[in-house]
């Protein structure tokens, strides 16, 4: 469903923020992109997104490549970026609409997708209202909605629960699940640990722009249990331990 080889990106000429990535996400899976802060996660989904072009390297989304067929490609993805750019003087429902006519949902399927998720994520009453009279929460909300109203098969959700109540949060994991289940897949970023553990089919971990473990929760574990049972927490720290540059610590000493 989604191929990553050979990905490379610099945002100037000297740090890699991404390098040589190679990734692949099945169909019917969830995918948990753990790492640090400035590891390289919204670089990497900026590239599958076709919003940042990389250096190196190509990207195959439902066997469709970004680079050679970008438009084709974004109407395989539903995107939710880590902060939304909406527009505050829409009301929620012409975002919807908005979204609906970019992605050529057609008139008659519309309100039948919008309204069962505009309930299922208490945002009937305030559809009408401008978003920039939203909540964070709630334009979270509107993000998340908005990205699946053309029934993308690969989902890519950078922080996804950032913002988002208990319900609601718990709403999306199950969105995802049965999204996954039904043949599609979810490709996502979290700091939160305890949801990948419980939520992802596997996870990778990317540090410093290089993807360095992916494997399943399980397979991770039994691959760190030599020291006992470790939580992804336990292995996520020790294997992202930052180091002090000798030069640092002297500095540090006197
Ligand atoms: N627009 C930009 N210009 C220059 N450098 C950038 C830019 N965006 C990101 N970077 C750098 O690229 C690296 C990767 O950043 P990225 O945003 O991909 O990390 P991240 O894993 O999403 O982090 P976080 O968990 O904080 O969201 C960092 O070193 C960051 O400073
Ligand atoms: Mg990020």
Known sequence: MLRISGVSKSYDSRVRAVDGLDLEVHQGEIFGFLGPNGAGKTTTIKMIVGILKPDQ?????????????????KKQIGYVPDEAQLWDKLTGIEYLNFMCDVYGVPGEEREKRALGLLESFEMLK???????????????????????????PLWILD?????????????????????????GAVFFSTHVLEVAERLCDRV?????????????????????????????????????EAKLPEEQLAYLAK
């Open 159 to 183: 922080e996804p629960m950032v913002g988002l109540d208990p319900r609601s949060s718990f709403l999306l994991k199950e969105l995802m699940r049965s999204h996954a289940d039904q043949g």
């Open 57 to 73: 390297g190509s990207i195959v989304v439902n066997g469709v490549d970004v680079a050679k067929e970008p438009v084709q490609a």
């Open 126 to 152: 305030v559809v009408g209202d401008p978003i920039g009279s939203y909540s964070r929460g709630m334009r979270q909300k509107i993000a998340i909605i908005g990205s699946l109203l053309h029934h993308p």
């Open 204 to 240: 990778g971990i990317i540090h410093k722009g290089k993807l360095i473990a992916v494997n399943t929760v399980e397979e991770m574990k039994k691959l760190f249990a030599r020291e006992g049972d470790k939580s992804l927490e336990e292995i996520f720290l020790k294997i992202t």
